[in-house]
C-alpha cells in the first residue's frame, strides 16, 4: 500500500505545489527509486501545469477526466475509478518515467459548496458524525483503489482548509507544512496547527460514534519544511535565521521541523518555467543539491512501512 | 553596511572615562583628583552630546575636549604620581577575581534562557544564547542583544498562545 502524503498550508505562495513536485521527482529520479503518484487537489492546477502543457492537459480532461470528476461522480451518487482517471507518464522526459499524475481542473474550485448543498438531513448523532465522515472520505475511497500501485501518493492541496483539503487529510498517512520563515507564515503555522488537530478530532469522534469499537485516537503524522528562504549573496537573511529558529526552538514543533530547506533562487523559477525539477533544468544549482536532501529527508520522516 | 562613526567614539571616550575613574580613588592625591573629575565632568557632558545632538554638531563639539584629554595624557606619561597611580590601579585590577565561565547548553527552553540572562553574563555568552535562536550579536551592545532576545522568547510564547486550541 502506498504511503500518502498531503502538502498542506492555508496560506497562498508557501511552495507548497513546488516543494510536492520536487519531491514527488527526487522519489522517482533517486535511488532508490519509486512509483510516485502526484493528485493536483488544488483548481489552480499549477501541479498539473507543471507536469504537462496545456494542449495535452485539455485532451486528457475531456477524454478521461481530472479529480473533479471524483467528486462529481459522489454528487450524483455514482462511483467513478481512480484507476480510470489516472494520467500515466504525463512527463516524456525517461527520468520521470515513475511518475503519474490525477490532473486537476478549475471546476474544483467551487466543489466545497457542491459537497456542502449535498448534505442530507439528519436525525441522530449517529447519521451526523456518517454524513461527516461520507463526506470527507471520498478521496480516501478513491485512493484505496490505486494505493497498491504506488510507493507514495502526494497530494498538493489548496491553500485553504475545507472540504477538499478535509478530503486530502482523511486520505493521508501524514502531512507536510511548507513555510516561509517570516513573521506572517509563522503566526499560520501555529493557526494551522491548531485547526487541523480539531479536524482529526473531529474525525475520531465521528469514527467513534460510528462505530465504537474504533480506535478513537487515531493521531497523524507531521512535519513542517522552510522554503523560498530568503538569501542574498549567498547568507541567509537575518530575519529569515531569527524566524527558523523561533519554529524550531518552540516546544511545539521543535522535534517536527525538516533539517532541509530550500532558497528562494532564480532556478526554481527557471525550471518551473521549463516544466521540469531543477534537478534536470539545472542540475549543480543550490536548489538542485536542496531538494535532493529534502527529499532524502522526506523519506526518512516517512518512510514506507 | 555603513557603520555608526559615533558608536566607535562614544566606546573609546567611555574607555577613556573608565580610565581615569580609576584615578578618583580616595587615596589619590586631592590636586589630581580635582582635576581628573572636572575632566571626566566634561567628557560625561561630552557623550551625552553625542548621543543627541545631530552628527554635524557633535563632529564640531568634540575637537576641543578631545585635545584637552590628548594633553592631559601626554602629561600624565611623563608624570611620576601618575605613573605611580597607574601602576597601583593595574595591580588592583589584576587582583580583582574573575568568574568561572558559565557554560551555555545547547537546546535552551525559554525558561532557561531568562533564568541565564539574569545573571551577569560576558558578551560572549550572551551570543551563545543569541545564536540559538537565531539572533545576530554582531558588534551590538550586550544590552541590546539580551533584549532581542526576550523580545524574541515573548513572540515565540505569543506564536504558541495560537496553537492553543484552548485559546
Known amino acids: ?34 512509483k510516485v503518484l502526484l493528485i493536483d487537489a488544488d483548481p489552480q492546477t499549477n ?23 471524483v467528486y462529481s461522480a459522489y454528487l ?25 499524475l490525477v490532473p486537476s481542473t478549475i471546476e474544483l474550485l467551487d466543489i466545497d459548496l457542491r459537497l456542502q448543498s449535498r448534505t442530507k438531513a439528519a436525525t441522530t448523532i449517529q447519521e451526523v458524525a456518517q454524513i461527516h465522515l461520507d463526506q470527507r472520505s471520498i478521496l480516501l475511497r478513491a485512493i484505496e483503489e490505486v494505493s497498491s500501485d504506488y510507493d507514495y501518493i502526494l497530494i498538493d492541496c489548496p491553500p ?42 473531529e474525525r475520531n469522534l465521528s469514527e467513534q460514534i460510528v462505530n465504537p469499537a474504533s480506535d478513537g485516537m487515531r493521531e497523524l503524522p507531521y512535519f513542517l519544511c522552510f522554503v523560498k528562504v530568503n538569501v542574498t549573496a549567498g547568507r541567509m537573511q537575518l ?22 530547506r530550500t532558497d528562494d533562487y532564480k532556478d526554481i523559477r527557471e525550471a518551473t518555467t521549463e516544466q521540469l525539477p ?23 520522516k516517512f518512510p514506507l512501512s | 553596511m555603513k557603520r555608526n562613526p ?7 571616550l567611555n574607555r577613556i572615562r573608565l580610565d581615569l575613574d580609576t584615578f578618583s580613588n580616595p587615596e589619590s592625591r586631592s590636586t589630581l583628583l580635582k582635576n581628573l573629575d572636572a575632566l571626566i565632568a566634561r567628557l560625561s557632558a561630552l557623550r551625552d552630546q553625542l548621543a543627541d545632538a545631530p552628527l554635524e554638531r557633535r563632529l ?22 601618575v605613573a605611580a597611580l597607574i601602576s597601583d590601579a593595574l595591580h588592583s585590577r589584576e587582583a580583582k577575581p574573575q568568574r568561572p565561565p558559565i557554560n551555555i547548553p545547547a537546546n535552551l527552553t525559554n525558561v532557561q534562557i531568562r533564568e541565564l540572562l539574569a545573571q551577569d553574563l560576558s558578551k560572549s555568552e550572551i551570543k551563545a544564547i543569541a545564536v540559538q535562536r537565531g539572533i545576530s550579536a554582531g558588534k551590538r551592545r550586550d544590552d541590546e542583544v539580551r533584549r532581542d532576545i526576550l523580545r524574541a522568547l515573548e513572540r515565540q510564547e505569543g506564536y504558541e498562545r495560537l496553537a492553543d486550541a484552548r485559546a
Open chain 1, 1 to 34: 500500500m502506498a504511503k500518502v502524503i498531503s502538502f498542506i498550508n492555508y496560506k497562498g505562495g508557501v511552495g507548497k505545489t513546488t516543494t510536492t513536485f520536487h519531491v514527488g521527482c527526487g522519489l522517482a529520479m533517486f535511488e532508490p527509486k519509486k
Open chain 2, 6 to 12: 559615533t558608536s566607535g567614539l562614544i566606546a573609546q
Open chain 1, 47 to 69: 501541479l498539473t501545469f507543471l507536469c504537462a502543457d496545456f494542449a495535452q492537459w485539455e485532451k486528457q480532461v475531456a477524454d478521461v477526466g481530472s479529480l473533479e470528476t
Open chain 1, 239 to 260: 530575519v529569515a535565521k531569527e524566524q527558523m529558529a523561533t519554529v524550531r526552538s518552540s516546544a511545539l514543533f521543535s522535534k517536527k521541523v525538516f533539517e532541509s
Open chain 1, 76 to 100: 450524483k451518487s455514482e462511483r467513478k475509478s481512480l484507476h480510470d482517471l489516472v494520467w500515466h507518464r504525463p512527463m516524456t522526459r525517461p527520468e520521470l518515467a515513475n511518475i503519474d
Open chain 1, 160 to 201: 485553504n482548509l475545507y472540504l477538499a483539503t478535509q478530503n486530502a487529510l482523511y486520505a493521508s498517512d501524514g502531512y507536510l507544512v511548507t513555510l516561509m520563515p517570516d513573521h506572517f507564515s509563522t503566526v499560520g503555522v501555529n493557526f494551522l496547527d491548531r485547526k487541523i488537530k480539531q479536524l482529526l478530532r
Open chain 2, 60 to 81: 564640531s563639539d568634540i575637537g576641543m575636549p578631545l585635545g584637552q584629554v590628548i594633553e592631559f595624557l601626554k602629561l600624565a606619561k611623563d608624570d611620576y604620581a
Open chain 1, 278 to 300: 531543477v534537478y534536470l533544468n539545472s542540475p549543480g544549482s543550490q536548489n538542485d543539491s536542496l531538494y535532493r536532501e529534502m527529499t532524502k529527508e522526506f523519506r526518512s
